[in-house]
């Protein structure tokens, strides 16, 4: 083979390779698009679905060990039933790279941690009417079961002024340090109006607190 035609093969290779790597819909390097769970917190015993939508076929896998999971296709669906705090991983390959992403699902089985709920000042929600701030929060169902019951209500550390909060009908005004049970089994997911009376040194839109944010700590029926 002369010079020439060596030349022109290895020329028509690269280009080949080239095409296969950066053609449409093609790439050497797998990828992930999405990968989501919904809700992200349940009750003991609950469902939550993983969706996603990758490059190419992939493995789940999780942490703590699921038997049930494992080879998957590159977009779809699948119902998982944690009895514990689980960490799901999806994982694909092409052209010897691998990628993943990593998403959590809690568990509640008796009354949680406390997790705050709230909105910047800044959120569409906000009015200022000149003597008090509120915000309009969502608990939405993507992210809380709809058995999650709220156990209590209370003010993040730090916070040293009343809010007056309002959800599913009940409404309690709740002091530093003073958790509120008014609230109690109520589901979690929903709206939630928060909101707290001006100091005579705030003024809307300026000195007023940057968010509003309660603690909310939730539990499940027995």
Known sequence: MSAAAASDGAWRLGATLLFVCLGPGLGCSPGIQGFRVEPNVICGGG?????????????????????????????????????????????VARWGKTAFREIGVEVVSAPAEAKPIGASVADPSTTCDGHTLAVSVDAPAAAWDARIQVASVG???????????????????????????????????????????????????RNVPRSLIIEVASTCPK
């Open 155 to 205: 003010l993040a550390a730090g916070v040293n002024r009343t809010y007056h909060v309002e959800h599913a009908g009940r409404s309690a005004d709740i002091s530093p340090g003073a958790p509120s049970t008014v609230f109690a089994g109520l589901p979690v997911q929903g709206s939630w109006r928060l909101s707290t009376p001006l100091a005579p040194t705030e003024v809307c839109g």
């Open 47 to 91: 469902q939550a679905t993983l969706s996603w939508i990758a490059s190419d076929d992939g493995t789940l896998s999780s942490v703590p060990p699921d038997a049930t999971l494992g080879p998957v296709s590159a977009t779809g669906t699948r119902a998982v039933t944690p009895a514990a705090p689980t960490t799901y991983r999806l994982t």
